[in-house]
């Protein structure tokens, strides 16, 4: 059975295609020239910060509905590379600029202000039914977590542990959080012991924890908070007594030393354009209340006051 | 037709053997049809209680947020509607293209046989490769950085239309040589051939190859990630060089926040993938069973 008007239509429409095809490649040739109709501030680069950011983009644009800022999460390193081209407004990120990166925004002309914008604790946690780990040395998670560790019974930790099996979980390699607590438990960023359950889902490593009895992992402050009924959280003692991780003592920088600061990094081009200032101000102005709405811990007053004053 | 040198009661027994290994093939099919459900159905029912008490007009109407109950799905319902279309729109005649030549115009020489065996090869590249190709090319190259809806598209029309080619192939392959042969004989080319008898048939098997590629399509969200990275977006895109976030991003998003709140506003958003996804295909079966046309005998 032939069907030659099907042809009468499919030829229009192959015509019709042709043509939008043409039409969005010279659109798009247009509009890269032009610029979108509203004004936009570009924000991308980690997702350990992109809940601050979206919260403090989304009240500021209460004020200023006619501005436009999207926000990505690449991550730290994605979103410097983007950065450093001058490609993007603000750089979310979980740690400093690396030197490499200072430099090819050196190269590239690109002048930018470092920002603090909250703090996270880093918390591990135990199952809800362990009662005996509710503080630990930093030696002691040391000798649990380093690259040639071999642990894997709590009594090897301390010998009045019970005789329980140990199972570890935590970030996968590719993690901010993995990076930091390396690098402030072990001493070097990325050595880590690696026979323990990873997942770059934090919510996974809440299950994990919750559902095994000899289980330990470490995650964001805010995936404790939001799971305390189902987790026990560990104190760490850094050599001045058990300090659990909670607003205050993370705020005053006594949970050490697994307290890190969040940053923003602002383009200085782009802080010339007066909604990128106001925007800023408002950022830091705001973060403390919308850091901790997120989970997050804001600074003190005076800290970010003096980082407004500081803005030229 | 039976062996002479059996008895009655060593057939009998044959006979018993085949009937018990014919009941053991059928339960373990029905077995593995089961499963599959079974598993499909825990899944949407899943999805379903936790999702649908979110679902509501405020959330298809509304930009995301930090507040799950003020969080919406507007803007990546938007954006995969864009991504589908544009990607359907590039992929559905370069790919039905493709088949045509490889089936119908080129010989079947060593070039034309590595020109297909590197297309199956393609079909099996994980797709982040496809986002990290699309950003270099399209977004880098032929949009000077600007990471719009057209990339998005195209990147994604890469990752499809191997699927697309095969399917068509396929499609191609059946239609009755016969056919073709007939419409030779009245005297027609190959083109007409081809316009004529073989797309007319082909026309179902490709249909279900581009429904199965766009469903793919409208599920990806690694090259999104990397083309578009945007996962808080406060508008509708306006046009094909407008920047965008999709549905899987926005789901992937959610489920990774810490509040508990976020995996129902998570579910809600599944199911809405749902939807436009089984619309899609359901748009797609009802224009296959159109133009669905049997062989008569």
């Known amino acids: 059975m032939l069907r030659p008007d099907l042809f009468k239509y499919s030829k229009s429409a192959l015509i019709v295609a042709a043509f939008l095809i043409v039409g969005i490649f010279s659109a798009c040739g247009d509009g890269v020239a032009s610029g979108g109709a509203s004004a936009e501030i570009l924000i991308d680069g980690s997702s350990t910060v992109f809940p601050i950011s979206q919260a403090v983009a989304e009240e500021f644009r209460k004020e200023r509905p006619d501005l436009q800022i999207p926000v990505g999460i690449s991550g730290t390193g994605g979103g410097f590379k983007r950065f450093v081209t001058g490609e993007i407004d603000i750089s979310d990120a979980s740690r400093p600029m690396k030197e490499s990166e200072r430099a090819e925004a050196a190269e590239n002309g690109i002048e930018f202000t470092e920002l603090t914008v909250a703090y996270d604790g880093l918390s591990l946690v135990i199952n809800k039914t362990n009662d005996f780990a509710a503080c630990l040395t ?119 030393p697994l307290s890190r600061p969040m940053f923003i990094y602002v383009n200085n081009f782009s802080l010339q354009r007066p909604e990128v200032r106001q925007f800023i101000e408002y950022y830091l102005n705001n973060a403390a209340l919308l850091a901790e709405e997120v989970g997050y811990v804001g600074l003190s007053e005076a800290d970010y006051q003096a980082q407004i004053d500081a803005l030229e | 037709m039976t062996n002479p040198a059996a008895t009655p009661s060593s057939r009998q027994k044959l006979h018993a053997v085949r009937v018990l290994r014919d009941r053991i093939f059928v339960t373990g099919f029905v077995l593995a049809v089961v499963i599959g459900i079974l598993g499909l159905a825990a899944l949407l029912f899943d999805v379903l209680i936790d999702g649908l008490p979110f679902l509501n007009w405020h959330f298809l109407t509304s930009y995301a947020s930090r507040k799950p109950l003020d969080s919406g799905i507007l803007a990546p319902l938007a954006g995969t509607v864009w991504i589908v279309v544009m990607t359907a729109l590039f992929t559905v005649p370069i790919g039905v293209g493709t088949a045509i030549y490889l089936e119908e115009f080129a010989s079947k020489s060593r070039f034309n046989r590595l020109i297909e065996l590197n297309i199956a090869n393609l079909a099996g590249v994980p797709s982040v490769i496809y986002g990290l190709l699309g950003l ?116 992937f998003t959610w489920i990774s926040q810490p509040q508990h709140a976020f995996r129902g506003i998570a579910a809600a958003g599944i199911i809405v993938l749902l939807i436009v996804l089984l619309s899609m295909n359901g748009i797609a079966i009802w224009i296959r069973s159109r133009y669905q046309t049997r062989p008569e005998q």
């Open chain 1, 138 to 256: 930093v030696a002691e998670l040391k000798s649990i977590w380093e690259p040639e560790s071999s642990v894997d019974n709590w009594n090897q930790v301390r010998a009045e542990f019970p005789d329980k099996k140990l199972r570890l979980y935590g970030p996968d390699t590719d993690s901010g959080t993995f990076d930091y607590f390396t690098l402030a438990i072990n001493g070097r960023e990325d050595a880590s012991r690696s026979d323990y359950t990873a997942s770059s889902d934090d919510n996974v490593l809440v299950q994990g924890v919750s559902g095994d009895r000899g289980g330990m992992g470490y995650f964001g402050f805010a995936y404790y908070t939001e799971n305390s009924e189902l987790l026990n959280v560990i104190s760490v003692d850094g050599g001045s007594g058990c300090i659990t991780p909670s607003v205050e003592s993370i705020n005053d920088g006594s949970y050490a």
């Open chain 2, 136 to 251: 270099a090319v399209f977004v880098q190259f032929l949009f000077n950085g600007s990471r719009n809806l057209t990339a998005g598209a195209l990147t994604m029309t890469l990752l499809v239309l191997p699927i697309v080619v095969i399917a068509s192939q396929e499609a191609i392959k059946a239609v009755p040589s016969s056919y073709r042969d007939a419409a030779y004989a009245m005297g027609a080319n190959r083109w007409q051939v081809v316009k004529a008898v073989v797309l007319p048939q082909a026309l179902p098997g490709m249909m279900s190859g581009i429904i199965l590629a766009l469903s793919r399509a409208i599920g990806e969200s690694a090259p999104i990630l990397i083309i578009s990275s945007l996962v808080w977006v406060t508008f509708v895109p306006a046009s094909p060089d407008s920047k965008f976030t999709v549905l899987p991003l926005q789901i």
